[in-house]
């Protein structure tokens, strides 16, 4: 699946804390029927062939509604379930690396915090970068901030689509306007609440002020 620019506006990370009795998958499948256009599976306590297997109820709901589907972190669990991409941080395997192995086809974002960390992004194949957090989050204790200033800075030093993540909020999301970026990543914004449905709308409406 090639990567569209359109399909970056509300980007969903799971966090399977928010379950709460809930499936993954059912609380996926409703995000995307409230507008989600994008989604990455972050779960930490599982890799590789593990993670792999845990993929597949989720991809398949992906698959079924045209939304692309990437893998946090790890590109083997990526390549053995056949994802649509990874998406990789500072701290993980390296884009080049990534893009190495699962070829050019396939989709790999990449988190920055740096005008420099972006442009070494995009120049060793990140189709897109996600920059934050751009407000404080509980949902990534260890997350640095990223000042309005250097979001914007990023922006305009790459070509490739931006977006932003931690903290953000459909009430937050219009800060946000005029720094470049063409969407926003979420995790409890949508996953921590009763209905995930409802608030995909929400953030769906909010960012299209980007």
């Not at 994008?38 to 079924?64: H, M, Y």
């Not at 050019?104 to 194949?125: L, M, N, P, Y």
């Amino acid at each position: 699946m090639r990567l569209d620019k359109k399909s970056l506006l509300v980007y969903l990370v799971t966090d399977s804390r928010w379950l709460e009795g809930r499936s993954l998958e059912s609380q996926v499948e409703q995000a995307i029927e409230g507008g989600v256009s994008f989604v990455q599976l972050r779960q930490k306590d599982k890799s590789g062939a593990e993670l792999a297997d845990f993929a597949k109820n989720t991809q398949e709901v992906c698959r079924r509604h045209g939304v692309p589907f990437v893998i946090n972190d790890d590109v083997d669990a990526a390549f053995l379930c056949g994802s649509d991409g990874v998406h990789v941080g500072q701290s993980d395997r390296c884009v080049a690396d990534a893009r190495a192995i699962l070829g050019d086809s396939k989709i790999i974002g990449a988190s920055v915090q740096t005008v420099e960390q972006a442009i070494e992004a995009q120049r060793d194949g990140a189709d897109y970068l996600g920059v934050g957090a751009v407000f404080a989050t509980g949902s990534k204790s260890d997350a640095d901030s990223v000042d309005r200033e250097t979001l914007t800075e990023i922006c305009r030093s790459v070509t490739i689509p931006v977006i932003a993540i931690g903290g953000i909020t459909a009430e937050n999301i219009s800060e946000l306007k005029g720094s470049g970026i063409c969407g926003v990543a979420v995790i409890s914004a949508i996953l921590a609440q009763r209905n995930p449905r409802e608030a995909s709308m929400r953030l769906c409406r909010a960012a299209a002020c980007l």
